[in-house]
């Protein structure tokens, strides 16, 4: 989940992008099954980050109202009343998210000045929580407030996808973070966040891009490569621009899908 | 044949000494070193486990070796658990007498070819995103005041550069070399260079990754990791058995 990462912004595009206009004026009937196939590939997306962010709706939603009912009876939010969030996250574990959890601003909580109550899925079936040194002064690590998945949120973006990158601190695995901002009447708490495997999301989201008779990949904005039809990039590669391919925002997420147009 | 090598190899006994002694070293090369801090507490026998892959005897056992060489202190009750104790200071000799040579020689062959391969992938692949985490290690390194903070730095910053070939099974043989040698290899290069040589070797290490010169960041990531194994070997070899 900790990373420097590729923190995306919902509808900007990658390095050179062109307008999605060029990409879909084909009229061929080789076009026109192109843009069915891509129709597609952009429901799989939208529907499986969908499944992720409204997981991350919930956990949002749980601690704003956690804090509120916390701060009604004239006290500060600590980390024990997070603890209330549990039976919330441990539900979401499982499906496609491996990790997920609400991590604090620093100085929220008023007895632990950096806090994550984050919990990942366990091959044993019991989730296990993810205990860190969070002590900037003793760790080398743990100033979580450098990775882009929190400065995202932090700085207003209402949906933030990080990575791919590999998960050094949690999982050792090549990953997403998806992330959210949590607010209540305004103020900035912290962030709602989960981690999807990218070998999972390529999972829900392949058999879609191998419907298109093109070459097709799936990129961050920065142009990283999440998921693609062609060997020529695959996940972790980066997209720099390619004469005969074209690029449109895939609506509402900070994710583009390039398509060959075979010209 | 070579099934059945490999067979032999699959169905050898499992020594589970040896386990207990590798989770013991690393732990006590992780609290010597300061990279977890005095007081700092461990985490739990099951997330021990968990990630260093073996089972909570091993790790229970480990820790009781530990207590006993009064780097972990275990408390009971709310607020209990095992706790790091610093001890006065990291005694190289003991520690480089316990490798031969030849082992010596083989783990920085090893460390090398991934820190190698790393960088150039890493190069190859990189985005401004994470070469950008390399840089700020590298400042944080500049200004760090004890040799603890800048040997953590120095790990991160090897694991920013792993990450940024984007391979996980990079990245994890990094981080599991870094547990096996990297105490021993700061040391050398402490004794040989000193931090201002580590320090620009680090700088040229980053600007070829940045640049996108592959070959030149693999040259520059194998000689760090080559030059340190060599002193190493030097000293070693001039050990009293």
């Known amino acids: 989940m900790i990373t420097r990462s590729d923190t995306v912004l919902s509808d900007s595009a990658p390095p ?26 952009l429901a799989r997306v939208r529907d499986t980050a969908e499944e992720v962010f409204t997981a991350l709706g919930d956990v949002r939603a749980a601690t704003a109202g956690r804090a509120r009912a916390v701060r009604r ?28 959890g609400f991590i604090a601003a620093p100085g929220l909580l008023a007895d632990a000045p950096w806090y994550l109550e984050w919990w990942q899925e366990n091959p044993t079936g019991t989730p296990v929580q993810l205990l860190r040194d969070l002590d900037p002064s003793s760790s080398a690590f743990y100033d979580y407030t450098h990775w882009d998945w ?9 949906r933030t996808i990080c990575g791919p990158y590999v998960d ?38 392949v058999p879609a891009l191998r419907d298109v008779p093109v070459p097709a990949l799936l990129v961050n904005t920065q142009g990283r490569v999440v998921a693609s039809n062609t060997a020529r990039w695959i996940a972790g590669s980066v997209y720099r621009g390619a004469e005969g391919f074209a690029v449109r925002p895939v609506p509402g997420l900070p994710l583009s899908l390039v398509e060959g147009t075979g010209r | 044949m070579a099934v059945s090598v490999a067979r032999l190899a699959v169905f050898s006994p499992v020594d589970s000494t040896a386990r207990v002694d590798l989770v013991v070293r690393r732990l006590t090369d992780a609290i010597a070193l300061g990279l977890v801090a005095d007081g700092e507490q461990l985490p739990s026998e099951v997330e021990l486990a968990g990630r260093l892959g073996v089972s909570t005897v091993t790790v229970r056992e480990a820790l009781m070796a530990l207590r006993q060489q009064g780097l ?31 082992e010596l020689r083989d783990l920085g062959d090893h460390y090398a070819a991934i820190a190698g391969a790393a960088a150039r992938l890493a190069a190859q692949r990189s985005l401004p995103s994470d070469i950008a985490p390399l840089w700020r290690s590298l400042d944080e390194m500049a200004a760090a005041e004890s040799s603890a903070h800048l040997r953590r730095l120095d790990g991160r910053f090897h694991i920013e550069v792993a990450a940024a070939s984007q391979s996980a099974r990079l990245t994890r043989e990094e981080i599991r070399l870094q547990a096996d040698i990297g105490p021993l290899l700061w040391l050398s290069r402490e004794d040989l260079e000193g931090h201002d040589e580590t320090a620009a070797q680090h700088r040229a290490i980053a600007e070829a990754i940045g640049a996108g010169d592959a070959d030149r960041a693999r040259t520059l990531a194998e000689r760090h990791v080559l030059d340190a194994t060599d002193h190493l070997i030097e000293l070693r070899l001039r050990l009293r058995e």
């Open chain 2, 72 to 102: 972990v202190e275990t408390r009971r009750g709310r607020g209990g658990g095992s706790f790091a104790r610093a001890p006065s200071e990291f005694d190289m000799t003991e520690r480089l007498g316990a490798l031969a040579v030849d």
């Open chain 1, 73 to 100: 009876n004239g006290r500060g939010l600590a980390s024990d009343d997070l603890a209330a969030l549990r039976p919330l996250l441990f539900g979401h574990l499982g499906a496609i998210i491996a990790g997920i």
């Open chain 1, 168 to 205: 050094y601190l949690c999982t050792d695995e090549y990953s997403l973070t998806l992330s959210v901002p949590v607010t209540l009447d305004g103020v900035f708490l912290g962030v709602a966040a989960a981690d999807v495997f990218v070998r999972r999301f390529q999972a829900a989201v």
């Open chain 1, 16 to 41: 050179g992008a062109r307008p999605a206009a060029t990409a879909v004026t084909a009229t061929s009937a080789t076009s026109a099954a192109t843009a069915v196939s891509v129709a597609g590939v």
């Open chain 1, 150 to 158: 929190y400065t995202g949120p932090e700085s207003g973006v209402e």
